[in-house]
T-cell receptor
Framework: SQELEQSPQSLIVQEGKNLTINCTSS?????LYWYKQKYGEGLIFLMMLQKGGEEKSHEKITAKLDEKKQQSSLHITASQPSHAGIYLC????????????FGTGTLLAVQP | KAGVTQTPRYLIKTRGQQVTLSCSPISGHRSVSWYQQTPGQGLQFLFEYFSETQRNKGNFPGRFSGRQFSNSRSEMNVSTLELGDSALYLCASSLKGGSYNSPLHFGNGTRLTVT
C-alpha cells in the first residue's frame, strides 16, 4: 500500500526564517494536497498540486511537485508565529479503491 | 457558506458502550469521508460515502460503521468501544470525493475518550 513520509518530523525556527518540509511517496503520486492543522482541530486546505513541475503559492507558502522523484516540498518564507502548526501532505491512492491518505505530519514551531 | 459541522465536539464513553458521531457537510457536497487521528497512527482513513453509498472503506474492524442520508449528512457508529478507540474523529466533505480535483474540507472533529 502507498505510504507518504514527511521530513522533518518536527521543526523549530526563529521568526523570519525560511523553512522547507518534504513529502515523499512510496508510489506514483496522483495529485498532492497540503493541509495545516492546529492541535486538536480540523485540517485546513492549503493547496493542491496535480502535475509534475507544478508550483503554487498562497501568501508566503509555496509548494512544488516533482513527479519523477514522487516528492513534494512546502516552503515557507519569512516564517511568522501564525505559521505554527502541523503540516500534512495527502495523496490519492488511485485505482479501484481510490482514497486520500495522509503523511505522518510535520510539527512546526515558530519562536518570536 | 457554512463549513463542515461535527457534533458533539467532545465525548467520554466507557469500554463496551457504543457511540454515534454526526457530520453535516458543506452545502452541495455529496461526498463525506471519515478519518481517525491518533498520536501513534496519524490520520487513518475509515470510509467514504457518496450519494448514500459507501464507496470506500479503510482497514478497520466491523465495529466501525457509517451511513449517509439523502441530505448528505453522515453518521459514524462505533460499537463495543475499546480503550484504543480514543481518538480525534474527523469528517471531511467534498464535491466529488475520489476525484483528483476535489479537495477535502474538514470539520473540527469529535474528540472521543474511552475510559
Amino acid at each position: 500500500s502507498q505510504e507518504l513520509e514527511q521530513s522533518p518530523q518536527s521543526l523549530i525556527v526563529q521568526e523570519g526564517k525560511n523553512l522547507t518540509i518534504n513529502c515523499t511517496s512510496s508510489k506514483t503520486l496522483y495529485g498532492l494536497y497540503w493541509y495545516k492543522q492546529k492541535y486538536g482541530e480540523g485540517l485546513i486546505f492549503l493547496m493542491m498540486l496535480q502535475k509534475g513541475g507544478e508550483e503554487k503559492s498562497h501568501e508566503k507558502i509555496t509548494a512544488k511537485l516533482d513527479e519523477k522523484k514522487q516528492q513534494s516540498s512546502l516552503h515557507i518564507t519569512a516564517s511568522q508565529p501564525s505559521h505554527a502548526g502541523i503540516y500534512l501532505c495527502g495523496s490519492q491512492t488511485g485505482g479501484a479503491t481510490n482514497k486520500l491518505i495522509f503523511g505522518t505530519g510535520t510539527l512546526l514551531a515558530v519562536q518570536p | 457558506k457554512a463549513g463542515v459541522t461535527q457534533t458533539p465536539r467532545y465525548l467520554i464513553k466507557t469500554r463496551g458502550q457504543q457511540v454515534t458521531l454526526s457530520c453535516s457537510p458543506i452545502s452541495g457536497h455529496r461526498s463525506v469521508s471519515w478519518y481517525q487521528q491518533t498520536p501513534g497512527q496519524g490520520l487513518q482513513f475509515l470510509f467514504e460515502y457518496f450519494s448514500e453509498t459507501q464507496r470506500n472503506k479503510g482497514n478497520f474492524p466491523g465495529r466501525f460503521s457509517g451511513r449517509q442520508f439523502s441530505n448528505s449528512r453522515s453518521e459514524m457508529n462505533v460499537s463495543t468501544l475499546e480503550l484504543g478507540d480514543s481518538a480525534l474523529y474527523l469528517c471531511a466533505s467534498s464535491l466529488k470525493g475520489g476525484s483528483y480535483n476535489s479537495p477535502l474540507h474538514f470539520g473540527n472533529g469529535t474528540r472521543l475518550t474511552v475510559t
